[in-house]
Nanobody, 125 residues
Framework: QVQLVESGGGSVQAGSSLRLSCTVS????????MGWFRRAPGKEREVVGA????????DYADSVKGRFTITKDDARSTVYLQMNDLKPEDTAMYYC??????????????????WGQGTQVTVSA
């Protein structure tokens, strides 16, 4: 059974940092590209960023470039989202997802097969 489990969310003030983790089980982690997505209340789901399974390419949404960093630890089957200088507009449920690593890296949520349950990030002004 494939499981993606996010953790690390919380409530913080603007300007703070958080690191989200997503630990994967039930699939061969190194065969998948990993993505982070978020959904704010009343808004559509949007991509935060994605990392190639070989860690050779990382793509970020313009809204988080320079503030968020995606890394991965293959030995732990875990992908991380380091979020710095958080803003109230970053408030959302954050999800990690896995997609077939034999294709090119992409950020289209519809092409991601496996999803976690999400972790809430709330940023107050």
């Amino acid at each position: 059974q494939v499981q993606l489990v996010e953790s690390g969310g919380g409530s913080v003030q603007a300007g703070s940092s958080l690191r989200l983790s997503c630990t994967v089980s039930g699939l061969q982690f190194t065969m998948y590209h990993m993505g982070w997505f978020r959904r704010a209340p009343g808004k559509e789901r949007e991509v935060v960023g994605a990392i190639h399974r070989w860690d050779v390419l990382i793509d970020y949404a313009d809204s988080v470039k320079g503030r968020f960093t995606i890394t991965k630890d293959d030995a732990r089957s875990t992908v991380y989202l380091q979020m710095n200088d958080l803003k109230p507009e970053d408030t959302a449920m954050y999800y990690c997802a896995a997609t077939d690593g034999t294709t090119r890296l992409h950020t289209n949520a519809a092409l991601y097969t496996y999803w976690g349950q999400g972790t809430q990030v709330t940023v107050s002004a």
